[in-house]
């Protein structure tokens, strides 16, 4: 009787993060069709506001529950629900409230937070492998597949356009978040697959960072990857493979541009340049801005989406262009030291997982090349949206890491593995 109240327990529990990931990817596809238009406004704005509300809620409820039931608080618990408390009182405080900006402070400054940490508490402590890993891995491989069919039309429109329509292509760091899944949960052929197909739209777009982050991604998942043998032959091996890959991939992607003209490496040349984005405009202005506030201001900051209402770079209601610049203004001094801690907490743990070879590290690597330029030149933190697949991602990677540190009674999440987790049954 005791072990099927538990089941049953264990079941709505994953159905309640199994809803989440199908609300993400839904919130995905609305916004990837959302941004072939120049600005968001009817039906698609409705049902990506509606599903911030239901990630909202979903989520605090299944934490709520959590906390009363298991009453166990780590760092990352804590530190969430203290933060969104400051940025709520801060916010309330200090800003003229407005239907607006209270949709906006629960869609964009609630989502991505309450989501990651219901991952992390179920992956920590609740997750049960099989059979969840298969349904998982389905939805992942169809969500993704749906995304990059979305995207077509999108890089279409840019293209016709001639860049003019940049907003079309935004979505694309959707398709980027989305491949570490498909590198934990399937095969190795469907990864590489999906991985040739948005590395193919990303170098059609011209997008500068999107290039970067993929690039670099690679580059460090494969490294890691390499980490995961234990004979410094068998690292030997895969570090001469795969430097041998890259450059032929170099070769032909030298004679692709030069080919049919593409202008990527051009414009990656100068992805800091103001003829694109103009972001180091919009640096100048809200640093200038910052220094320009009271001490407490600075301290404590201006409350959320501050930038986009009291700064307007580039004469816009638009954001700094560079989350750091972004909390530091909006959440003053306090807020960045405290999203700054919280990175490095999630980066010891990341490096703890290199360290100690385990399978799930080449994902976190990867991934931590769109973590650290999309946040450093672009749209990140302020909104809950390519930052939403990331945070699932560093969340259940740390929460499954920490599980089995932990030696919990629960099923570990996949096969322990000697050599190279990844590479078995593949």
């Not at 919130?27 to 120049?38: G, L, M, N, P, S």
């Not at 990630?55 to 934490?63: E, H, N, P």
């Not at 959440?331 to 010891?348: A, E, K, R, S």
């Not at 990677?397 to 096969?415: K, M, S």
Request: glycine letters at 6%; proline letters at 3%.
């Amino acid at each position: 009787m005791r072990l099927t109240i538990t089941l049953k327990k264990s079941r709505i529990n994953y159905y309640a993060i199994f809803t989440l990931l199908v609300l993400t990817f839904i919130a995905a596809a609305v916004h990837i069709i959302d941004c072939r238009q120049a600005y968001s406004a009817g039906i698609p704005k409705l049902v990506t506001n509606a599903v911030g509300y239901a990630m909202v809620a979903l989520s605090f409820i299944y934490i709520a529950v959590f906390l009363l039931k298991k009453g166990s608080v780590t760092f990352l618990t804590a530190s969430t629900i203290l933060y969104l408390i400051y940025e709520t009182l801060l916010t309330l405080c200090l800003r003229s409230l407005s239907y607006s900006l209270v949709r906006s402070l629960i869609t964009d400054g609630y989502v991505w937070p309450l989501t990651m940490l219901a991952f992390y508490l179920y992956f920590r402590y609740e997750y049960q492998g099989e059979p969840a890993r298969k349904t998982l891995k389905a939805l992942l491989v169809i969500g993704t597949a749906v995304a990059v069919v979305l995207m077509i039309p999108n890089l279409r429109r840019h293209l016709i356009d001639y860049g003019y329509l940049g907003r079309a292509i935004g979505p694309l760091y959707y398709l980027v978040a989305f491949l570490p899944f498909l590198y934990v949960f399937c095969k190795r052929k469907t990864y590489y697959l999906f991985m040739i197909a948005i590395f193919a739209i990303v170098l059609i777009s011209t997008k500068r960072a999107a290039l970067l982050v993929v690039v670099l991604g690679f580059v460090l998942q494969e490294l890691a990857r390499a980490q995961l043998a234990h004979r410094m032959s068998q690292r030997v091996k895969r570090y001469l493979a795969f430097f041998g890959a890259a450059v032929l991939i170099a070769l032909v992607g030298f004679w692709y541009f030069n080919r049919f003209g593409i202008a990527t490496i051009s414009r990656l040349m100068n992805v800091l340049d103001d003829g694109g984005s103009g972001r180091t405009v919009a640096w100048g202005q809200v640093i200038r801005a910052f220094r320009a506030s009271s001490l407490s201001k600075r301290i404590f900051g201006h409350g959320f989406h501050a930038v986009p209402s009291q700064v307007m770079p580039l004469g816009r209601g638009i954001y700094a262009h560079c989350s750091y610049l972004e909390v530091l203004y909006d959440m003053g001094i306090f807020g960045l030291v405290w999203l700054l801690v919280n990175l490095v907490y999630i980066f010891v743990q990341f490096f703890k997982m290199v360290k100690a070879r385990h399978y799930l590290a080449p994902a976190l690597a990867f991934s931590s090349s769109l973590l650290v330029i999309l946040s450093a030149i672009g749209y990140f933190y302020e909104q809950s949206t390519t930052i939403v697949p990331v945070v699932i991602l560093w969340s259940m990677c740390v929460g499954l890491f920490q599980n089995r540190n932990l030696q919990t009674d629960l099923q570990e999440a996949l096969p322990a593995r000697s050599t190279d987790a990844m590479d078995v049954n593949r």
